[in-house]
């Protein structure tokens, strides 16, 4: 879109007072024909969604990944919101906005663990194309 393309900069790990890493922080740059035209900062905790029931490595990279991930998105919200405002929508995400505001919507934490137990009530379907090899095999 735009031409444009989001960069990770860096995604530095947060550190608690005796050392130990407790999240990352990333920066993303949006750049556009080598530009920088706008830029996100944003840190995922090790208690944040995309972490909880992970350990190890798999924690690191999904804390890693979910800070990048939203600090692109910050970015890109901050350079382009205003194609969202064109096409009659409003610009500020349902996150950020009280429930009323949200027309009685559920926060996003609700969101997000209704949809985690609904994943996890459904039993992975196989592709139309794996069935397929299947069948000729």
């Known amino acids: 879109f735009d031409n444009a393309c989001p960069i ?12 130990e890493v407790i999240g990352y ?24 969604f995309p972490c909880r ?21 910050k970015a890109a919200r901050m350079r382009y919101a205003w194609v969202a405002v064109l096409a009659g929508f409003e610009p500020t995400p349902a996150a950020e906005m009280s429930q009323g505001e949200r027309g009685g919507q559920p926060e996003a934490e609700d969101v997000d663990e209704a949809l985690a137990e609904r994943d996890a009530a459904q039993k992975p379907r196989p592709s139309k194309r794996a069935a397929a090899i299947r069948a000729r095999n």
Not at 8 to 17: F, G, K, Q, R, S
Not at 25 to 48: D, L, Q, Y
């Open 53 to 73: 029931g992970r350990t190890g490595i798999a924690q690191h990279r999904a804390a890693m990944s979910a800070a990048a991930t939203w600090a692109g998105a």
């Open 8 to 19: 990770t900069e860096y995604a530095n790990p947060m550190l608690d007072a005796k050392g």
């Open 25 to 48: 922080t990333a920066k993303v740059n949006i750049t556009k024909r080598g530009e920088v035209v706008a830029s996100g900062i944003m840190s995922c905790g090790f208690e944040e």
